[in-house]
């Protein structure tokens, strides 16, 4: 075999494997040939053969490949990792979580995690365009990001509230 055929076997078996995992989480066929830009029909055909595969014990399904595949359709849908800070350390959650939280709990968690960028000597280069490769400010900007999206939350709420009060 050839490294061109060798290359192309991995590339299908990842196509394979991501249409089996992304349909699985609820992704159509012609979602997933449109986001990997496949062929009509081509996803359906890749997810049949990875199925076959488990069948006939090919493959195994892994826990592992099955949370790798979920948080790349949660990041793919907008369901992202939020970062935020706590009075006792940095916690991780997905927006939709913090969409399902109660108004006090995110106003509390808005409120820590303000206190731990306002503490921050370089909170006045969160706005800079990140270092490639490396950034030593990964975690303000994840927190940053995380009181953005609670203000919006927040927000969202309020105006919410004022329709619906209008509306009465």
């Known amino acids: 075999m050839t490294e061109n055929e060798e290359s192309n076997e991995e590339y299908r078996a990842y196509l394979e494997e991501a249409c089996f995992h ?3 989480k609820g992704l159509s066929f012609e979602e997933l040939s449109k986001r ?4 009509p029909g ?3 055909q890749l997810y049949q053969s990875y199925e076959g595969k ?3 014990g090919t493959v195994v399904e892994d826990v592992i490949d099955s949370r790798l595949w979920a948080d790349v359709h949660d990041e793919a849908t907008g369901n992202e990792k939020i970062t935020f800070a706590r009075d006792n ?3 991780h959650c997905k927006r939709s979580d913090l969409e399902k939280m109660d108004s006090t709990a995110l106003m509390s968690i808005f409120e820590t995690s303000k206190r731990f960028l306002d503490y921050d ?3 006045r280069y969160l706005n800079s365009k990140p ?3 490396y950034d030593p400010m990964a975690l303000q900007r994840q927190v940053s990001r995380a009181t953005t999206l609670i203000e919006e939350i927040l927000h969202q709420r309020y105006e919410e509230e004022k329709n619906s009060k209008k509306q009465s």
């Open 131 to 133: 270092p490639v490769g």
């Open 121 to 123: 000597i370089y909170k």
């Open 54 to 56: 488990l069948r006939n």
């Open 22 to 24: 992304l349909h699985k």
């Open 89 to 91: 350390g940095f916690y």
């Open 42 to 44: 081509e996803a359906e």
């Open 36 to 39: 990997l830009e496949l062929q």
